[in-house]
Structure formats: C-alpha cells, structure tokens
C-alpha cells in the first residue's frame, strides 16, 4: 500500500464523519521521505503534520496562524510526551488524542475564544522557550 493511502487510512477517524478534509498530502521520498498533511475542520481550525527528515510534529490554528500541538494541549491542561519513532505511530497516537479532545480544540479556537487561547499559548510558548535555553 502506498503512503498516501495508509495516511489517509490513518486519518479515516477525522474524515469519515466529514469532520475535517484533508486539503493536502505531500510525500518526497527524495526529500529523505519528508511528509506534510494538512486539514481543515468544518469551522476552519487547521491541523497540519509533519515529518521533516525523521522529526515528527503536529500543529493547530486557524487563519494562517499555526501552534505547536503541545503547547495548544497545555491550554487544556493536557501534558503530551510523545514516544512515537515511527511516523504513522506518530500519526495514529495524535489523531486519537485530537480526536478525543476536538471539542475543546474547536471551542479553543472559535470566535469567541481565539484571543484567548492564542494568549495562552504564546505564553506557554515563551516558557518553553526559555526553559529549553536555561540549561
């Protein structure tokens, strides 16, 4: 089976209900197999992942304006630590956790909540970012 078609098989919990759409999938095997998936919800809240040479992330956001998934789920008070080395273990393990959690991330970023939460989430940023320089 081609990748395309186990991302998209993997995704299947998002599309099924036609919750979200997958906008993109773009797969470079020449690019050390880097991978990038986009969606987007019904409301307009993006999730895209990506692999970037062996190095897996996801973010969240609307309108352009995108955020590391972790630092969206610390709003909620939600730690993750993902263990994942394998990308559609990866893939699998964060569908599931947004999944499970899409009703707080809609609310997170709807018209009413989206100042907030991008308040929050720079601040959580900020935080991560010093700690990681401070040793």
């Known amino acids: 089976m081609c990748i395309e078609n186990t991302i998209m098989n993997t995704l299947n919990v998002f599309t099924a209900d036609s919750a979200f ?9 020449r690019s050390f197999g880097n991978i990038y998936i986009e969606m987007h919800s019904c409301n307009q809240v993006g999730v895209r992942i990506i692999n970037d040479r062996g190095v897996f992330w996801c973010e969240v956001g609307k309108s352009g304006e995108w955020h590391f998934i972790e630092d969206v789920f610390k709003v909620f008070d939600i730690e993750i630590k993902s263990v994942s080395l394998d990308f559609i273990a990866y893939l699998i393990e964060t569908a599931n956790l947004l999944n499970t959690n899409i009703d707080k991330v809609h609310q997170a970023f709807d018209d009413e909540n989206i100042e907030v939460t991008k308040a929050k989430v720079k601040a959580i940023a900020i935080k991560r970012v010093a700690e990681n320089f401070s040793g």
Not at 21 to 29: F, G, H, P, S
């Open 21 to 29: 759409c997958v906008n993109a999938i773009n797969y470079d095997e």
